[in-house]
């Protein structure tokens, strides 16, 4: 096969949302920079796709901070590239859970009535004085934004102008680099705010309070409990969103090259020079090369290179993975709905256990575009708890395999159930995804949700290798997993790409 050739100054490995950020950004600085993604679709575990009319988001469909001025990283990236999607607003999602069902909302007070309702004025006392406590963390966790962080040197000169308002934060500082639960611990008594706090930490982290850090609550607790505010939905579903990145990248000449995956990362001299993909073209990178791929996806592509001990690519555990049920449904005379809706089976099996919190998003009732007239979207997923080793092995055309998808999917079902009881009778399409379906679209190592880092045991790599030339970003890197973090890491990378007079011109055209 003849070998084809081309060159940029950055090549960019996958077009998630990290890889995307990170392309956009460089592209806007006046680099060469090619995206190669693997799929046939942009977006990585955010992209959408149509299915007989009906428009489905594949993965995360709870946004927040982005509709307006945030902290969010990742609104950081729209507006440095000048790009933004037109945004839905809500305040309320719906709970059914052990004690029953009910609706809550963001913002500092309303969950105070619920509590009083479940457990009483002692319960409400102490998510009082919870807020207080993490108020302070929540400045902390956002005093130093990450749009002021790079992976050289340099750092000390971006980072530096925040050190005034980093020294007033020092006490909080140390707390913010432990678990949660060591501030759960110290406030929280009422097994009901225990079991809530898990929880959510378990959907930001895949890890329960004792598993997360406390940065990553707190800058959730800044985010979603303070006066007035609001979540958002991209009208036009995640794929909107996407777009607006692919947009940012492509108006400043980047290319975004899809169906084109990389088999290789090519390294030269202890140096990554270049890549080459499945149909045997190079592509050199003349300044580095960026892998949106996992921590193991990006040590598959170096093959036989040998990597140090202390290089970060060192053994990382894994999330479990998911299962995903996409329906289109028939929306007449149904009752008014929540654009989102928890499931929590059991509190005694923890929320990590396979198959116990299942997340139900049925965005269409914020945008009717998603859908057919008179219809809905819904998409129901159990985040991050399904075991790989059930289906490791399983040929995905096989009947084994279709038996287990249909009783695997069974509890997505029963909790629609939940909310719409004859969910089953008006569907009128029914896609099931499995964590090999995320392994194969997505690219996803073990259909992985991302790294089990235990926040009581370490924190996540950073996104610098050992290799020159060689930046990681996404959900294998600091800060975590979830939007804001893989954008941050695009963001970082970025940065430590960049000149420093680009760098500082990011932080005043932020404001900072």
């Known amino acids: 096969m003849t070998t084809s050739h081309h060159d940029a100054d950055i090549i960019v490995i996958g077009s998630g949302i990290g890889g995307l950020s990170a392309a956009a950004l460089l592209a806007h600085d006046g680099l060469d920079v090619i995206v190669c993604e693997s799929h046939t679709i942009a977006g990585g575990a955010a992209h959408g796709f149509e299915h007989q009319g009906f428009r489905f988001d594949s993965g995360p469909s709870l946004y927040s901070g982005l509709s307006g001025p945030s902290s969010n990283p990742l609104r950081h990236v729209l507006q440095l590239i000048e790009e933004d999607v037109d945004w839905a607003n809500y ?77 007033t934060h020092g006490w909080q500082m140390a707390q913010l680099s432990g678990s949660f639960a060591a501030v759960m611990d110290r406030y929280v008594t009422d097994p009901f705010i225990r079991n809530w706090l898990d929880l959510l930490c378990f959907l930001l982290s895949g890890l329960p309070a004792s598993g997360t850090s406390a940065a990553e609550m707190a800058f959730m607790f800044a985010e979603w409990y303070r006066p007035n505010v609001q979540l958002d939905y991209p009208i036009g579903g995640s794929q909107a969103l996407v777009d607006a990145l692919v947009r940012g990248l492509t108006r400043r000449g980047g290319q975004l090259r899809l169906g084109t995956h990389v088999d290789q990362i090519l ?29 193991w996806d990006t040590r598959s592509l170096l093959g036989a290179v040998d990597l140090p001990a202390k290089d970060v690519m060192a053994e990382v555990p894994a999330c479990p993975s998911f299962m995903h049920l996409h329906s289109g449904i028939d ?158 890491s695009g963001l970082i990378a970025a940065n430590t790409l960049t000149s420093l007079r680009s760098h500082i011109d990011r932080l005043r055209q932020l404001g900072y």
């Open 91 to 167: 305040d309320t999602w719906g709970c059914c859970l052990p004690e029953g069902d009910f609706d809550t909302q963001v913002g500092a007070n309303q969950f105070c009535d619920v509590l009083a309702k479940l457990r009483g004025s002692d319960a409400v006392q102490e998510w009082r004085q919870l807020q207080q406590q993490l108020y302070p963390l929540g400045q902390a966790a956002t005093a130093l934004p990450p749009v002021a962080l790079r992976w050289d040197w340099k750092a000390a000169l971006t980072v530096g102008r925040f050190t005034p308002t980093l020294l």
């Open 267 to 295: 390294v030269e001299q202890g140096r990554a020079k270049g890549v080459r993909t499945r149909k045997n073209e190079v592509i050199h990178a003349r300044q580095a090369i960026i892998a949106n791929s996992s921590v």
């Open 331 to 488: 929306g007449a005379n149904l009752p008014d709905l929540a654009c989102h809706y928890i499931v929590v089976n059991d509190w005694d099996q923890g929320v990590t256990a396979p198959q116990n919190v299942v997340l139900i998003s049925i965005p269409s009732v914020l945008d009717p575009s998603l859908a057919p007239s008179g219809k809905h979207v819904i998409h129901a997923y159990t985040p991050g708890s399904e075991p790989y080793d059930l289906w490791e092995g399983l040929d995905r055309r096989s009947p084994a395999y279709q038996k287990q998808k249909q009783a695997r999917s069974e509890v997505l079902w029963r909790a629609i159930e939940r909310v719409i009881p004859d969910v089953r009778d008006r569907s009128e399409v029914a896609l099931i995804g499995t964590p090999l379906t995320h392994q194969r679209y997505l690219r996803r190592y073990r259909g992985s949700y991302g790294p089990a880092i235990s926040a009581a045991e370490g924190f996540f790599p950073s996104g610098k290798t050992t290799i020159p030339n060689l930046i990681r970003c996404g959900d294998s890197v600091f800060p975590g997993i979830g939007l804001p973090a893989v954008a941050a």
